[in-house]
């Protein structure tokens, strides 16, 4: 056989830390963007060797194996590590056929009775031709201890006819909508390939939860929003599913016509995160569907952590516009399901969401609520200070791209805003907008 070209195009990642282990990811892929063969790659499996050490340098490796890359799941690598030390840092790479991977930096979570202070970055929304992606640098420059991307990871969209100015700043590998897996899977490619996505994945452990756009825009369970077959529709969720399996370094594989993206993670004594997919199960005026719903309950009633954290794409408080109705995609479409969370959080409950493309602070009665700006997505256009006026329960408004860089401890729950001026070219220097403290379910400014 032909020796293969460099493989590790895609980059490397980590994600789903517990205290005693990691999933780590990469996929071998020679030509990420070749239009009929997947990666470019020959259809057959590979063994994919990888190392776990204490340092970046190698020299303490605690772990190594193989692991395959199967054609079926387009040569992706999961490897499910375990036997780790809570709390602590590690360095992993990867290597085939010669070629070695770029190293990437990873840390597990602590254990249950840990009192530790946790460092959190926090993102959603990186719509690939709307700018480059400056927030993830400078995010991965911070390496936290874990970062959560709440959704929007890539958007299906393909190039309009006639694009508005600055919303076609970069080329999309095709014209069309993502509707097959192939489509979807070189989307995946055409995001990795970015250098910054790839430092921010390199950095430090991922937990990621989809919104709608790695599927389509504002579907709803196996309904695809638009009256089309929910036949097809089905079969395009299978693939789209499948395809984020594929490119993120997640613990549990697409089984039918399910991913289970809904799940806890415990940091600790210091916090219960609780991660809630907002789409999968929707029907009717039920956000969550029965069944996850029944779950979140129990998990809220039963958490003794500090920090109670649901985090979750879609924004949470109740909003009035100056102009528009409230959004019936959000949690302002299911009032219902909204009041039976709220319920069963008994305080100290704190809500991380994206989606809106702007940066919002909010209290909720007996938590709070922290939405994170997009990376690059344009936002709608939002009078922030009207909206505010009109909301007096939303203390927060901002309308730059960014990321939120929280801390969680035993006191203190505080959460800085930061933000960039530009995404239309790189290079922006990243500022802090805001600081925030969570005080007895109330919001405090720490930078005034
Ligand atoms: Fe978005």
Redesign the pocket.
Known sequence: MAKLGFPFTLGVASGEPSADGVILWTRLAVEPLHASKTGGMPNQAFSVKWELAEDAAFSRIVQSGAAPAQPDWAHSVHVRVSGLRAWTEYFYRFSVDGHTSPVGRTKTAPGPDSTEPIRIGVI??Q?YEHGFFTVLKHLAAERPDVIFHL??YVYEYGKPANPQPGRYLRPLESTEECKTLAAYRRRYARYQLDKDLQAAHAAAPWIAMP?D?EVRDNYAGLLPGDGSSQAAFVKRRNAAYKAYYEHLPLRVRPVGNNLQFYRWRPYGKVADFLFVDARQYRSGRNMLGTEQQEWLTTRLTASTARWKVLAQPLFFAPRKFPLEPPSADAWDGFPDSRAKVLAAATGDLVVLSG?V?NAWAAELGNGVEFVTS?VT?RPPSTDGSATLALNPHLKYFDGRRGYLMVTASMTDFTVDYRAVAFVDQPGAPVVTAAGFRVLNNKLQRTDL
């Open positions: 959603s929304c719509r959704g929007d919104d756009h989606d493309h997009s997505s």
